[in-house]
């Protein structure tokens, strides 16, 4: 006697984790000169957009009173390497239930790449497909001899941003959404690149090949010497140059932006500074208002002479040939100035011991037997004869020719006067 399995053991329920807001209608037929394509609509719809990974979650309980063994296969129009499963196993107890994820990827280029564009279909391009999930089960693992199957669409969108500032009515409507993007693409790329104009015009950020524009709106000459970023620099702050030219604080900015080195405004003394530029006022000879005297020097005064000096951080910092460009183009036409370059000091030397070599050990002490004293007993102290200082050598003589440090010699006669 046979007994016929009417009941269904499986029940089977698919979650999209992406659902479209709109889908094509139902009965939709989009004409072609060649052929004409029909779209429905699924209600296990599942939206994918372009380099955007979503998954389909697919939950499968077992209604029977025995062990079942599953195993699932996907197909349908969409390219094989859009979607992989996933599986918990392939056993389901009795009364339980399993999850199995469907995962599905779009490559991002979809919409750009002239693959996508079936040799078949030269009009346009596929967004919607089709699938379906067979169930091949049975309560032995090399027999799965019953089937079920469900099935599923699968809709490639682009985001469309536009959606978000109309009524949610629009959002209904798939049509509306695909249109719209077709602006979004066209404006987009204008409107980020307003967003960035900024960037362009900052000498800091912009392109190396407006650097030489850039140059031009503030009259900077560009000198292919100069590193890049240092002309990035001089760029920014031309305006700023010329309005300090011929003083302290423009020729320190100026030396400051090309060399690198630190202003050091905190620092009260101007000696002290990386970049110290020193002048020295004096009056020098005036006559009718000096006296002759021991500090009386005629010619000794350098009127309108400053001194710069620059302490280089690192050997072979500055140019110095760059650096008196600099300074002949800011001074003042009757100025003259000295430069001084300061090299930093060397490391100082690594003691023996740190620098991978042992350290040389102490000399190990002596053990020179002890003197023996008269009474022949060894290490006992010597007479107080031979405790005594040493007594001092006579000084040699003095050389022939030369006077006797210790003879005091005879005063030297006066000079005689000139005058009469």
């Not at 269904?8 to 209608?25: G, H, S």
């Not at 750009?112 to 067979?134: S, V």
């Not at 050091?264 to 002048?279: F, G, R, V, W």
Request: charged share 25%; net charge neutral.
């Amino acid at each position: 006697m046979t007994q016929a399995h009417d009941r269904k053991l499986l029940t089977v329920q698919i979650t999209p984790m992406r659902v479209p807001e709109a889908v094509p209608l139902a009965g939709l037929m989009v004409n072609g000169p060649d052929e004409s394509v029909a779209v429905s609509a699924r209600s296990n719809g599942l939206l994918l957009h372009p380099g955007e990974p979503s998954e389909m979650v697919v939950q499968i309980k077992n209604l029977g009173k025995r062990p079942i063994w599953l195993n699932l296969r996907v197909e349908g129009d969409f390219p094989v390497d859009w979607y992989r499963i996933g599986m918990e196993g392939n056993q389901i107890a009795p009364g339980h239930q399993m999850e199995a994820v469907i995962y599905f990827q779009v490559p991002a280029s979809y919409f750009e790449d002239q693959k996508a564009l079936t040799p078949k279909k030269k009009r346009h391009l596929d967004l919607d497909f089709q699938g379906r999930i067979y169930f091949f089960y049975g309560i032995n693992a090399l027999e799965l001899d019953q089937v079920e199957l469900e099935e599923f669409s699968v809709h490639v969108r682009a985001h469309s941003l536009y959606l978000n500032y109309l009524p949610a009515l629009y959002r209904e409507v798939d049509f509306i959404g695909r249109f719209l993007k077709i602006f979004e693409e066209t404006f987009e790329p204008a409107f980020h690149g307003l967003e960035g104009m900024w960037a362009n015009l900052d000498p800091l950020t912009a392109p190396r090949a407006l650097l030489p524009f850039l140059a031009y709106w503030v009259s900077w000459p560009m000198d292919a010497r100069w590193e890049l970023p240092q002309q990035r620099r001089l760029i920014k702050r031309a305006v700023e140059i010329y309005r300090w030219r011929g003083t302290r604080k423009g020729l320190r900015l100026y030396l400051h932006l090309y060399t690198g080195l630190p202003l050091d405004d905190q620092l009260p003394e101007e000696a002290a500074k990386h970049i110290a530029i020193t002048d020295h006022f004096g009056r020098g000879f005036v006559l009718g208002g000096e006296r002759l005297g021991q500090g009386t020097v005629l010619g000794g005064g350098r009127p309108f002479h400053f001194v710069v000096r620059l302490r280089e951080e690192r050997p072979g910092q500055i140019d110095e040939r760059l650096v008196r460009l600099i300074i002949e183009q800011e001074r003042p036409a009757f100025c003259t100035y000295d430069l001084y370059i300061e090299s930093p000091p060397p490391p100082p030397a690594t003691p023996p011991g740190q620098a991978g070599q042992a350290a040389p050990s102490p000399p190990a002490p002596s053990r020179r037997p002890a003197p023996a004293t008269p009474n022949g007993r060894p290490g006992a102290p010597p007479p107080k004869s031979a405790q005594g200082t040493p007594k001092p050598l006579p000084p040699k003589p003095p050389a022939p020719g030369q006077p006797d440090p210790k003879r005091p010699e005879p005063p030297s006669a006066p000079l005689e006067s000139s005058s009469p």
